[in-house]
C-alpha cells in the first residue's frame, strides 16, 4: 500500500486549533470509527468464543492476542518509524478488516468451532503489534507541537466513546444476527477509518534520527532505546507510566468485580461504579481535549498520580456503592488527568523521528507486562483479601508519582504552548 507524505508546509500552520482542524478531525474519526470497530470485535469475539466451548477456552481464545502483541510491540515500533505511521495504520486496519469480514462469512456459511477464532485472535494480536505504535506516532505528523496535547485530549475521549458504544453495538449486533452480523459490522467499521486516513495529510521527517532502509531492524531498535535512556525526561516518564499501570490494572480490572461480589453489590453496582471512573476519566480528557494546554504538566502529573493512588487504596474500603461511584469518578478523573498528561508529554518531547519505537516501548508495559498484574491481584485477593491488595496497587501507583516528583527535569517538565 502507498502514502503520500507531504512536507510540513502542506500541513496547516495557522495558528487554528485541532479542534477546528479538518486535517486533524478527519484523522479523530477515522481513530474513532476504528476504535469502536475494536471494541465490537472484542465483544463479539468472546460471545462466538463462549459459544463454541468452555468458559476456559474462551478466555484462551481472548487471551491469545497477547502473546505477539508482547513478543512484537518493539519491532512494530520500528516499522512504524521506518515506513510511516500512516502506511502502517491504513494497513493494519485494512488487515483486520479482511480477517474480521473472513470470520463472518465462515461463520454465516458454517459453524467452524474455536480454532477460526483462535486464528482471528492470533491474526489481531499480530497486527496491534505494528498498528499500536503508528497509532501513537501518527500525531505529530498531522499537527503542531502546541497543539499535540489537545489532540491527545480528542484521542482519549474517542476511546472513551467507543467504549460505552463499542459494547451495546456488539450485543445487539449479535441479539440481531449472531456472531457472523456482528463480525460483519465490526468489519465494517474498521473498513470506514482506511478512507479517511487516506484524506489526512503528513509531514515528511528529517533524515537524522529516523528509521531507513540503509539500518538493520536491530540497529534502529538499539537507537530507539538509546533515544530514550539518553533523554532527561522521557526514561522517568515511561517508569512513571509503568509503575501507575502496574498497579493501576489489577485492582480495577479483576479486584473491583472481586470487590462487588464481596460487598453484595452485584453487576448493577459494579456497573455503576465502572460508569463512575468512565465520566471522571472522561472528563480529564474533555478537559484537556477543550484547554489544549494544562500549565506545571510534569508537577500536576505527579500530584495527580499521588492522589489517584490515595483514591485507589480508598476505594476497597467505602461504606456502599453510592460512596464507591464518587470514589471511582474521582479515580477517573485522577488516573485519567495523569494519563492524557503522560501522553501530550510523551507526544511532545520524542523526536517525531523515534516516536513509533517509544509509543512501542511505552504499549509494552501497559499492555505486556502490567495485564500480568491481574492474575497476581485475583490470587492475591484470594488469599489476604481486597483491602490489602488495593492497598498494594495503590503503593505501586503512587511510586510512579514518587519518581514525578524526585526527578527535576520531570517535575518541571511543560507543555508546549
Request: glycine share 14%; hydrophobic share 55%.
Amino acid at each position: 500500500m502507498t502514502t503520500s507524505s507531504v512536507t510540513p508546509a502542506a500541513v496547516p500552520t495557522a495558528a487554528r486549533p485541532a479542534h477546528r482542524d479538518g486535517n486533524v478531525l478527519r484523522w479523530l474519526a477515522a481513530y474513532t470509527a476504528s476504535m469502536v470497530g475494536d471494541n465490537v470485535y472484542w465483544i463479539t469475539l468472546s460471545w462466538a468464543a463462549v459459544q463454541s466451548g468452555t468458559p476456559a477456552q474462551a478466555g484462551l481464545v481472548t487471551a491469545v492476542s497477547a502473546l505477539p502483541r508482547a513478543l512484537l510491540m518493539l519491532a512494530g515500533g520500528v516499522v512504524a518509524d521506518r515506513f510511516g505511521p500512516r502506511r502502517i495504520v491504513i494497513g493494519s486496519d485494512a488487515v483486520r478488516c479482511a480477517a474480521v469480514l473472513g470470520a463472518a462469512a465462515l461463520l454465516h456459511l458454517t459453524s467452524p468451532g474455536l480454532w477460526p477464532l483462535t486464528a482471528l485472535a492470533l491474526v489481531f494480536g499480530t497486527v496491534d503489534a505494528v498498528f499500536m505504535p503508528a497509532v501513537g506516532a501518527l500525531p505529530a505528523r498531522i499537527t503542531r507541537t502546541d497543539q499535540l496535547a489537545r489532540v491527545h485530549g480528542m484521542r482519549g475521549m474517542a476511546i472513551r466513546f467507543a467504549g460505552v458504544t463499542g459494547a451495546p453495538l456488539g450485543g445487539l449486533g449479535v441479539a440481531l444476527g449472531g456472531a457472523a452480523a456482528a463480525f460483519g459490522l465490526a468489519g465494517l467499521l474498521i473498513a470506514l477509518s482506511v478512507p479517511l486516513l487516506l484524506g489526512v495529510r503528513v509531514r515528511e521527517l528529517p533524515a537524522d534520527g529516523s528509521a531507513t532502509a540503509g539500518g538493520t531492524a536491530r540497529r534502529d531498535l538499539v537507537a530507539g532505546l538509546r533515544h530514550i535512556r539518553r533523554h532527561r525526561v522521557l526514561a522517568p516518564l515511561l517508569l512513571t507510566i509503568a509503575l501507575g499501570d502496574l498497579g493501576f490494572v489489577g485492582p480495577l480490572n479483576v479486584g473491583l468485580t472481586l470487590l462487588a461480589d464481596e460487598r453484595g453489590w452485584g453487576a448493577p453496582g459494579m456497573g455503576w461504579v465502572l460508569a463512575g471512573f468512565g465520566v471522571g476519566a472522561g472528563a480529564a480528557s474533555l478537559l484537556l481535549a477543550v484547554r489544549g494546554r494544562v500549565p506545571h504538566a510534569g508537577r500536576v502529573i505527579a500530584c495527580t498520580v499521588l492522589a489517584g493512588s490515595v483514591a485507589i487504596g480508598a476505594l476497597a474500603y467505602v461504606p456502599g456503592v453510592l460512596a464507591a461511584v464518587g470514589v471511582a469518578l474521582l479515580v477517573g478523573l485522577l488516573t485519567g488527568l495523569s494519563g492524557a498528561l503522560c501522553g501530550a508529554l510523551l507526544q511532545t518531547l520524542t523526536d517525531p523521528a523515534y516516536l513509533g519505537r517509544v509509543t512501542a516501548v511505552a504499549g509494552l508495559v501497559s499492555l505486556g507486562l502490567a495485564p500480568l498484574g491481574m492474575p497476581l491481584s485475583a490470587a492475591a485477593i484470594g488469599a489476604w483479601g481486597t483491602g490489602p491488595v488495593f492497598v498494594a496497587g495503590a503503593v505501586v501507583c503512587g511510586l510512579g508519582g514518587v519518581v514525578a516528583l524526585a526527578v527535576r527535569d520531570l517535575r518541571r517538565a511543560e507543555l508546549p504552548g
